[in-house]
């Protein structure tokens, strides 16, 4: 995926960029939910990780891996993930 303008942009013209109306899709059907973004098992166990590095919970299967954690930005296996 790319992007290309004829028009100055960026900081040294102090404007900016919007992507608006972006939708992704798969083979058969359009992604609309980002929990079908993941994959992977949700059987594979995972380690959790706040975006301070701090480790919150070790070995837990990754469909469970933020249950009962507060809303925010997780690292789950190595992925960002939002606890909504």
Excluded: C, F, W
């Amino acid at each position: 995926m790319g992007l290309e303008t004829t028009a100055g942009v960026g900081a040294a013209y102090n404007t900016r960029l919007y992507i608006d109306q972006v939708k992704l899709y798969s083979k058969d059907e359009i992604i609309d939910d980002i929990s079908g973004i993941l994959g992977g098992a949700d059987t594979e166990n995972v380690d959790v990780y706040n975006l301070q590095g701090m480790k919150l919970r070790s070995n837990v299967p990754a469909g469970q891996a933020t249950s009962g954690l507060s809303k925010g930005i997780y690292i789950v296996g190595n992925k960002k993930t939002i606890q909504h």
